[in-house]
C-alpha cells in the first residue's frame, strides 16, 4: 500500500498538502479528485519524491520515498508529471524507451525493446514509432509520455491528469486501459483526474481534496453522493445512476 502520515507541504506560507493522513490500497485504481487549487497534483508529487515535503512521511510498499535510493525507487513506482519539457528532439521510440532506463541504465536488451514495444502498442502508437514528437498531436504526445510510464513497468503507477488533450475517444481508451492494469497486472494506479464521472466508473477508491486537505476518501457509491460533492465543490451536482454507475449531472 501507499502509506501517508500527516504530510504538509506550503508555499509562501501558505499550507497546500495540510496534514494529509490515509492509505492507498495496494492494486486497483484510486482517483484524487478536487476543484482548482485543493493540493491533489501537490500531493501527487509528494508521494513520488517530485518535491520535497515540510513535514510527514509517505512509503510506497515499505519503502520510505525520502529515504529509499531513486533508482531502487524507480523500480517500484512510476510518475507521469501533469506538464512534461523535453528540449531534445526525440522521436517516440525515443521517449518511450526512458522508462526502462532504471531497468538498463541507458543500455537497452531485447528484453527491454519487448516492454517498449508492447507500451508503444497499448497505447496504439506503434505506427507513430519513428515520428518526431514535434510532429505529434497534443493527444498523441500525451499517450506517448504515457508509454514511456507503461514500459518502466513499475507495480505502482502515478499519473498526474492523464486525461490531458485527449478527446472523448481516447479518454475512454485510456481509462479502459488503466482499469485493465489493475485487473489484468495487479498494478496500484493513482490518478489525479478532474472528471467526476471517470473517477466514479472506473475508480475502487476516490480521494477528494479541497483547500489542501483531504476531506472525504471512500468507494464511488460514497463518493458520488450530492451531499458529499457539494462539500468538495461547493457546488449543487444531481447524481443519476445509469447502467449501474453513478453519473453527476453538474452542467445546468
Same mark, same amino acid.
Given at each position: 500500500?501507499?502509506?501517508?502520515?500527516?504530510?504538509?507541504?506550503?508555499?509562501?506560507?501558505?499550507?497546500?498538502?495540510?496534514?494529509?493522513?490515509?492509505?492507498?490500497?495496494?492494486?486497483?485504481?484510486?482517483?484524487?479528485?478536487?476543484?482548482?487549487?485543493?493540493?491533489?497534483?501537490?500531493?501527487?508529487?509528494?508521494?513520488?519524491?517530485?518535491?520535497?515535503?515540510?513535514?510527514?512521511?509517505?512509503?510506497?510498499?515499505?519503502?520510505?520515498?525520502?529515504?529509499?535510493?531513486?533508482?531502487?525507487?524507480?523500480? +517500484?513506482?512510476?510518475?507521469?508529471?501533469?506538464?512534461?519539457?523535453?528540449?531534445?528532439?526525440?522521436?517516440?521510440?525515443?521517449?518511450?524507451?526512458?522508462?526502462?532506463?532504471?531497468?538498463?541504465?541507458? =543500455?537497452?536488451?531485447?528484453?527491454?525493446?519487448?516492454?517498449?514495444? +508492447?507500451?508503444?502498442?497499448?497505447?496504439?502508437?506503434?505506427?507513430?514509432?519513428?515520428?518526431?514528437?514535434?510532429?505529434?498531436?497534443?493527444?498523441?504526445?500525451?499517450?506517448?509520455?504515457?508509454?514511456?510510464?507503461?514500459?518502466?513497468?513499475?507495480?505502482?503507477?502515478?499519473?498526474?491528469?492523464?486525461?490531458?488533450?485527449?478527446?472523448?475517444? =481516447?479518454?475512454?481508451?485510456?481509462?479502459?486501459?488503466?482499469?485493465?492494469?489493475?485487473?489484468?497486472?495487479?498494478?496500484?494506479?493513482?490518478?489525479?483526474?478532474?472528471?467526476?464521472?471517470?473517477?466514479?466508473?472506473?475508480?475502487?477508491?476516490?480521494?477528494?481534496?479541497?483547500?489542501?486537505?483531504?476531506?472525504?476518501?471512500?468507494?464511488?457509491?460514497?463518493?458520488?453522493?450530492?451531499?458529499?460533492?457539494?462539500?468538495?465543490?461547493?457546488?449543487?451536482?444531481?447524481?443519476?445512476?445509469?447502467?449501474?454507475?453513478?453519473?453527476?449531472?453538474?452542467?445546468?
Amino acid at each position: 500500500m501507499i502509506r501517508i502520515e500527516n504530510l504538509v507541504k506550503s508555499y509562501s506560507g501558505t499550507r497546500v498538502v495540510d496534514s494529509v493522513t490515509t492509505d492507498i490500497p495496494a492494486g486497483g485504481v484510486t482517483s484524487i479528485i478536487g476543484p482548482n487549487g485543493a493540493g491533489k497534483s501537490t500531493l501527487l508529487s509528494l508521494i513520488s519524491r517530485l518535491s520535497p515535503m515540510d513535514a510527514g512521511s509517505v512509503s510506497i510498499a515499505g519503502l520510505d520515498v525520502s529515504t529509499t535510493p531513486s533508482k531502487d525507487l524507480a523500480r +517500484s513506482m512510476a510518475i507521469l508529471r501533469q506538464e512534461n519539457h523535453i528540449t531534445m528532439r526525440l522521436r517516440v521510440r525515443d521517449l518511450v524507451g526512458f522508462g526502462r532506463f532504471p531497468h538498463s541504465g541507458g =543500455h537497452p536488451t531485447a528484453v527491454d525493446r519487448v516492454h517498449i514495444d +508492447s507500451a508503444m502498442a497499448q497505447l496504439d502508437l506503434t505506427e507513430l514509432a519513428d515520428r518526431f514528437l514535434d510532429e505529434l498531436s497534443g493527444g498523441q504526445r500525451q499517450r506517448a509520455y504515457i508509454a514511456m510510464v507503461l514500459a518502466q513497468d513499475t507495480d505502482y503507477l502515478l499519473l498526474d491528469e492523464p486525461l490531458n488533450n485527449l478527446d472523448m475517444k =481516447h479518454s475512454v481508451e485510456m481509462m479502459r486501459m488503466i482499469r485493465r492494469l489493475a485487473d489484468e497486472l495487479g498494478k496500484t494506479v493513482v490518478i489525479v483526474i478532474h472528471d467526476i464521472n471517470f473517477a466514479s466508473c472506473y475508480s475502487d477508491t476516490i480521494l477528494a481534496m479541497r483547500n489542501g486537505v483531504l476531506v472525504h476518501q471512500g468507494t464511488p457509491a460514497q463518493i458520488m453522493q450530492g451531499e458529499v460533492l457539494r462539500d468538495v465543490y461547493d457546488i449543487d451536482i444531481r447524481i443519476e445512476e445509469i447502467d449501474g454507475n453513478r453519473i453527476g449531472v453538474y452542467f445546468a
